[in-house]
């Protein structure tokens, strides 16, 4: 309050936006009904995408069930493969007695291990050419469903693919796998343009690489010039070389890691992510991202349910922005925002 003397210092439902040569306060926009129809589920993972038909697609996932829809119909279509394992709608901690110091709290009151969570279950989703790809930690298997079988048609395990925790499509057309086989450090990818191929031969390009890393894998994106790999520890850069390494790994940050799966954007060559207690960007170079409200926000923020933190972009109003728990609530009741045309910030 004595810092912003003369100028704001909270808000809510509010932007700032240039009106002439100065910014104006203004309302954010309000919401919309999307979908007619409920959905089964945890929603964590939003992703849309264009086919070769120019129809606008939304594909939902929850902790137990996948779902596409269209604008024309407002309808969320189940195509949950056969065979899935549903996740879990929240994050847990572990514990128990004999959890904690000796002597510390109270007798005979079990504690919660916050250093054992088993988070929330999450899928990471991505379209390769127009067919929307996806995974689940929780379940690993890697899932692929194409617009032109129609709605009636369920999504179907990618064949030959490994297990996996996350995904991600390249520029350059090659799927990765993160966490391939059970290894949280290995990344694996198909063929170029060929979904199904994932054993290496001396006439295709797929391949693995263990990355260099003390972090698991958590997610990646697509960015101007390569792929960035993001773990709970730092971040990494996968640029494409072609035969006979394919790819090649740089780590081009380290205490950085993430935050969740879903806690990272990209705006064609910078990228925007959360970590466990600052902000991070990346633009050729990784820094942390000045943030004069991040106390407000990590020091009332929900730790054990932090795997369902979520990024977000409005480029027509310059914003990236992340919503999460904040320490009283179970589910995101809380959100930040960036305008990196303005460099600054509210919540």
């Not at 990471?124 to 617009?147: H, I, K, Q």
């Not at 006439?203 to 790999?229: E, F, S």
């Not at 990784?286 to 480029?315: I, W």
């Amino acid at each position: 309050v004595y810092q912003s003397q003369g100028r704001w210092y909270r808000g809510n439902l509010r932007r700032w936006l240039m009106d002439g040569n100065v910014y104006a306060l203004q309302p954010q926009g309000g919401w919309a009904t999307r979908l007619t129809a409920p959905i089964t589920g945890k929603c964590r993972c939003i992703w849309q995408w264009i086919d070769n038909d120019t129809v606008r697609w939304m594909a939902l996932g929850t902790h137990s069930k996948l779902y596409v829809a269209t604008p024309s119909d407002q309808t969320a279509h189940d195509i949950t493969p056969v065979g899935f394992a549903a996740g879990d709608a929240d994050a847990t901690a572990g514990g128990g007695y004999g959890s904690g110091d000796y002597g510390e709290g109270t007798y005979g009151t079990p504690r919660l291990d916050v250093a054992a969570v088993q988070p929330a279950s999450v899928w990471t989703l991505d379209n390769f050419g127009e067919v929307l790809v996806g995974c689940m930690a929780e379940d690993g298997n890697v899932y692929s469903w194409d617009p032109n079988s129609g709605t009636g048609v369920d999504a179907a395990a990618v064949s030959g693919a490994p297990t996996g925790t996350a995904i991600v499509c390249t520029e350059e057309r090659f799927l990765f796998v993160l966490g391939a086989g059970g290894d949280n450090r290995k990344v694996q990818w198909c063929d170029q343009e060929a979904l199904t191929t994932w054993t290496p031969t001396a006439t295709n390009q797929a391949g693995d690489q263990n990355l260099v890393t003390p972090g698991k894998l958590m997610m990646g994106r697509r960015i101007r010039g390569g792929t960035l790999i993001w773990t709970d520890l730092d971040v990494h850069l996968a640029t494409y070389l072609g035969q006979p390494f394919v790819y090649g790994f740089q780590r081009v940050g380290d205490n950085c890691g993430i935050i969740s799966r879903g806690a990272a954007i990209t705006v064609d060559s910078r990228a925007f992510w959360m970590g466990t207690n600052r902000f991070y960007m990346f633009d050729g170079v990784t820094r942390e991202l000045m943030c004069d409200v991040a106390g407000g926000v990590f020091d009332d923020f929900n730790t054990t349910q932090k795997s369902k933190v979520v990024a977000y972009h409005e480029p027509q109003f310059g914003e990236v922005g992340w919503l999460y728990p904040s320490g009283a609530s179970n589910e995101c009741d809380r959100k930040v925002v960036y305008n990196y045309i303005g460099n600054f910030w509210y919540v």
